[in-house]
């Protein structure tokens, strides 16, 4: 899968413009603030129907404009496709559209348009709260597939409404919930668990390749036995007192994490910012392995500043692995000097949102 062409009309700072995207990728270069990671956020908006810096549809419209337009032309094993949005500020309209047909729910067409991304501030994911990586686990499994993506959605909405109970000191009413919890919350432990034991040997293999000489694990941390349905009735009952007295659901994988160590160590404690920063990338080359072997295809890989915290050797060992996917990647960076020698990719030079071809 690769993107052809990307048009963006009224997008934050970048012009009316309508890009063809060489096949193998670019190499976006300007100094900071120029708007690199709007050209990256614009080829991204497609792939989910929203910014991947979880900013709002408004804050998007460039100043003086009242609409934003963001087009993917993108190849899919040689069949030409497309994903776009317009968005209208005036009343808040928004239409979001695969292959020129409007989409009635979002679940339809997400991840038509398949890209990754790896942001700065996505270090957070081996550094940060667990909260950081349930959502990378449930974003990977939900465009992995769709079956997951509705059983997050029940789980959620069942959530929602039994924590309401809670708070309102209703626990009759909160039970009344537990049924769709436990059938869509097993469903959602399941698929978590079968991701991580797959994911487990890959990330210590992704981590190594990126030139560490510390072996590093991942593991899933929750309970495993509320995979099975029967098992949520005797865990609910157990956390009832504790569930009414914090006003909240205490049990089910929206209190799981995905844990990352170093030599048996913490990553996020013990590791340092370079071993952080190489973690977070190894996830995120999980996220695009998992995407692959689900959907048949190579996603694309947008990466913002991946290389500026890198020392050479790591920089090295991670463009030999973005050669081996063989996949569209896309990199920013403020300087040529921060990017690996030979990157092999067109160089294109963004001045004031502006990108000029090369």
Known sequence: MRLVRLEVRGYRNLPDCELRVPEDGVVLLGANGQGKTNFLEAAYYPVLFRSFRGAGDSELVRFGESAFRVVAGFEVNGHARSASTTFITTGRKKRNEVDGTELERLANGAGAWLAVTFLPGDVTLASGPASERRYFLDRTLSLAN??????????RAALVQRNAALRQGRADLARAFDRPLSDSGAEVVMARLGWAGVAAARFTSEF???GEPSVARLSYHGNGALAERSAWPDELARASARDQARGMTTV?????????FLDDRAIRDFGSTGQQRSAAIALKLLELETLRDARGVQPALLLDDVFAELDRPRQLSLLARLRRGGGQVMITSPRADE????AGLTVWRVEGGRVHER
């Open 146 to 155: 769709t079956g997951y993506l509705r059983s997050l959605s029940r789980y």
């Open 208 to 210: 190594a390749g990126l």
């Open 252 to 260: 089910g994988p929206h209190r799981d994490d995905l844990r990352l």
């Open 339 to 342: 990017l690996p020698d030979d």
